[in-house]
């Protein structure tokens, strides 16, 4: 999404990407597409596990944000990856190229279908950084709902009243894949790095908004687990009671988050879809009726489908861990030829892939038993 400056030099010409997108609403712009909806279902994720599993969500976001990098590594080894599914047309050719795209566009469909016709304004911006102005106001959103959850324990009376379980085996397996499911933006990655003004920051701004989201699920976690312990919902917004003004101002602040992270997320499958109709068509006609109409057949997906909540831990365990986790290590290896060189990077990466293989296996195993059993 950046420009294209060419600088003449003698009889050489280079082709520079030049971003214009601040380091500070490139921080918005991720936090606020790490920061969605998954927040509110922190305490319902860590009542499923036990308060051991809180550990996983920091393991899960350390190798998220490290296979970032090495999706940053990618590019800049390789200036013509520019999408996630360049990614794997550079490291295996077409066949890479298709089963990204695949786990691409689903992982992030799946993940925005949630929908009302107030985030079809949204959804028409293509430039990032009017875009970064809507990812400020669901960073706001997310911080806001906190505090509303802690006044609502403290002040209102709610109580910390849940003692919890420590550990529980049994959940670990799906409490892992919703912990995955809330890091879903890696797709998003190539289009904020081209974005960017300054790209040799890029890795800075993994650090600090894996960091400060990490922190916020965390904190929403404890908050919710401690306040309802095992009578947690799925939403914890569904415990408050609605007589509180920090519960009407939790529940508001929740109906921002689809709202500003739409956009954002589906913009990667918004730009393959365009990339396949032909030039002739006038570009922004084609963006108004290629977002339109992705907005309502996520609408109607959302409506249609039964049991959605076993279904974005089926999304997680499947298809957010082999976008967060597996694609980037795999190709990363292919690409910088590390397969071949025995040594810590070389170790590294393919305990991640192993890791990420296991998490895959159980948390898709334990999704298929829960749908099947709930039918």
């Not at 401690?226 to 109906?255: H, P």
């Not at 292919?334 to 892939?353: A, H």
């Amino acid at each position: 999404m950046g420009r294209w400056a060419v600088a003449e030099n003698g009889d050489q010409h280079t082709t520079a990407d030049v971003g214009y997108t601040s380091f500070f609403k490139i921080c918005m712009h991720l936090v606020n597409s790490l920061s969605g909806i998954g927040i509110v279902s922190m305490p319902y994720t860590l009542a499923f596990g036990g308060w051991l599993s809180l550990l996983m969500l920091f393991v899960i976001a350390i190798a998220c944000c490290y296979t970032g990098i090495l999706i940053k590594r990618c590019m800049d080894m390789d200036p013509d990856i520019r999408t996630f599914p360049d990614l794997g047309q550079c490291a295996f050719g077409d066949k890479g190229r298709v089963m990204v795209s695949i786990i691409m566009n689903v992982e992030l469909y799946l993940a925005v279908t949630v929908a009302a016709l107030v985030i079809l304004p949204t959804v028409l911006l293509e430039d990032l950084s009017l875009l970064s102005y809507v990812s400020a106001s669901g960073v706001l959103a997310s911080s806001i709902f906190i505090l509303s959850l802690f006044w609502n324990a403290t002040i209102d009376g709610t109580g910390f009243h849940g003692k919890g379980t420590l550990l529980r085996w049994s959940g670990m397996p799906t409490s892992i894949s919703l912990y995955a499911f809330c890091y879903g933006s890696h797709p998003i990655l190539p289009t904020l790095y081209h974005s960017m003004r300054n790209k040799s920051q890029f890795s800075s701004v993994l650090f600090v908004c894996f960091l400060v989201c990490t922190l916020g699920y965390a904190v929403a976690a404890v908050l919710g687990y401690l306040m309802f312990g095992e009578e947690v919902n799925l939403q914890v917004t569904l415990n408050l009671q609605t007589s509180r003004w920090s519960s009407r101002v939790a529940i508001y602040t929740t109906l921002i988050n689809p709202i500003t992270k739409y956009a954002l997320t589906l913009t990667p499958v918004l730009n393959a879809i365009k990339s396949n109709v032909p030039c002739r068509y006038n570009k922004r006609l084609t963006h108004i009726l290629v977002s339109t109409s992705s907005l309502i057949s996520s609408l109607i997906v959302a409506v249609a489908i039964p049991l959605f909540g076993y279904l974005m831990s089926l999304v997680g365990a499947l298809l957010s861990i082999s976008a967060l986790i597996l694609v980037p290590s795999v190709c990363y290896l292919k690409i910088s030829g590390t397969y071949k060189r025995f040594g810590f990077e070389m170790i590294i990466n393919y305990s991640i892939i192993v890791m990420g293989v296991i998490v895959a296996i159980l948390g898709t195993y334990r999704s298929l038993k829960d749908i099947i059993q709930n039918l």
